[in-house]
């Protein structure tokens, strides 16, 4: 529990390069992700018909839309009812997607701001960083279809954090006197727009299959060309960014030599390095996966092919880091200092909530069969997360660890899948999915 604390308040306060102190104490309430569509009012500038309302779009159901009138710029609107801070907004597109889209703001639904404008090559589910802004409404609006009809969406997720009321018990402890190194402050929240970091990034790899499938074409711009590793299992790219920047999410676009199970570090300086996901991809072939990083402070990432899927390497057809430049938000530079001996109140947090389950995939391989796999950070395994699944409401599997798992003698149709993270004998709300068995 003390290393949760710990993570807690680094992603809470600042992150350094240095610094040495004895203990770390919480003083903050915990929180959770949760959906924040799923409570939300939805109004649309048009439905195709009452069966394809706004409504099926924050639903928490796979199987149902919404869908628009056939002509560009439609939009779906959320509002949650009073502010929340939302950090992604997870968008599930039809086969009506949007060539081009935008996703706006608003507090008072009559001033709005444009936080996102994205094109789209194909259809894919889309995953756009908000940052924790704090927010009353969004709204996504279709700039322009990528098909004859309107546009389509089985489901939008507003994720973002709330405050979770926990019971501590206290205790006295003294902390000796501590020296902090000089230290590079960051911005929590910094302001500037979301770009694709990675583009005049220098990508290097661990191996190439051949010049043909160079590190470099990973972060090219064009998903026509791709990187390919040897034969084997942990071979890695590494993509330097030229400076420190605050890194939002991690998208990857695998080929159909993708890997099983992979994970993404980070470092400032190419030689300390931090693994802050392990992810399984599961059978899934030409995935696109989104990996949240938090606003991390990175100048490198590294994303390392922990086991292959095929009996080729791993090959990726383009990462994208999205995430602002401190240019326009400055760090600030902590002169050293010595602490002085004191006297502290440390926290031991015996209710916390658990963290909500990240990067999940849900399919059907084979007959009468589901597949589920899910993401787990650094914080998650910290804090000693385990799992329990369940489908069509019966618990399937009961603390398990993060791993990749078949669940077989499932009646073919459509079923509900639904994954929690538990601490503590205590279960998150969980993410759902309907999956089609076969």
């Known amino acids: 529990m003390k290393k949760r604390i710990a993570s807690l308040l680094i992603a809470a306060a600042t992150v350094v390069s240095s610094i040495s102190i004895a203990n770390v104490v919480n003083t903050n309430a915990a929180t959770t992700t949760v959906n924040h569509a799923l409570t939300a009012t939805v109004t649309t500038s048009s439905n195709e018909n009452a069966s394809l309302s706004g409504a099926n779009a924050i639903d928490g159901n796979l199987s149902t839309r919404w869908s628009s009138n056939f002509s560009d710029g439609q939009w ?29 703001w608003s507090n008072d639904g009559e001033n709005w701001n444009t936080a996102v404008t994205r094109q789209v090559s194909k259809k894919s589910d889309t995953t756009d960083m908000f940052f924790n802004r704090p927010v009353r409404y969004i709204r996504v609006t279709a700039v322009t279809r990528a098909t004859q009809y309107g546009v389509s969406i089985f489901e939008i997720q507003a994720l973002g954090d709330v405050t979770v009321e926990d019971t501590t018990t206290q205790e006295t402890t003294t902390v000796p006197a501590t020296t902090q190194t000089q230290t590079t402050s960051y911005p929590r929240y910094p302001q500037g727009p979301v770009v694709d970091l990675a583009q005049g990034a220098t990508a290097t790899a661990s191996s190439e299959e051949s010049s043909l499938y160079a590190a470099s074409k990973a972060v090219d711009g064009d998903m026509n060309t791709r990187w ?60 696109e996966t989104s990996d949240m990083f938090y606003n991390r402070p990175c100048r490198y990432i590294r994303i390392k092919g922990d086991k292959r899927a095929t009996q080729y390497g791993i090959s990726i057809y383009e990462v994208k880091l999205l995430g602002i430049r401190y240019n326009s938000t400055p760090a600030t530079t902590v002169a050293p200092t010595t602490v002085a001996p004191t006297t502290q109140q440390a926290t031991t947090v015996s209710n916390v909530a658990p963290l909500e389950v990240i990067g999940a995939v849900v399919s059907s391989p084979r007959s009468n069969t589901i597949g589920v796999v899910w993401g787990q950070d650094n914080e998650r395994i910290n804090s000693g997360c385990k799992y329990n699944v369940y489908v069509n409401g019966v618990k399937k599997l009961d603390n398990v660890n993060c791993n990749y798992y078949e669940l077989t003698n499932i009646a073919s149709g459509t079923a509900n899948v639904v994954i929690k993270s538990v601490l503590n004998n205590v279960e998150s709300n969980g993410v759902s999915y309907n999956v089609n068995v076969q």
């Open 76 to 104: 779906i609107q959320l509002d949650f009812g009073k502010t929340v801070t939302i950090g992604a907004v997870n968008i599930n597109w039809e086969d009506a997607y949007a060539r081009k889209y935008t996703i706006s």
């Open 228 to 287: 390919s590793s040897e034969f084997r299992n942990n071979e890695y790219l590494t993509i330097d960014i030229g400076e420190v920047c605050a890194v939002g999410s991690v998208v990857i676009y695998w080929e159909a030599a993708y890997a099983e199970t992979y994970s993404i570090s980070w470092s400032q300086d190419g030689i300390n390095w931090t693994q802050a996901t392990t992810m399984g991809v599961g059978k899934v072939y030409n995935a």
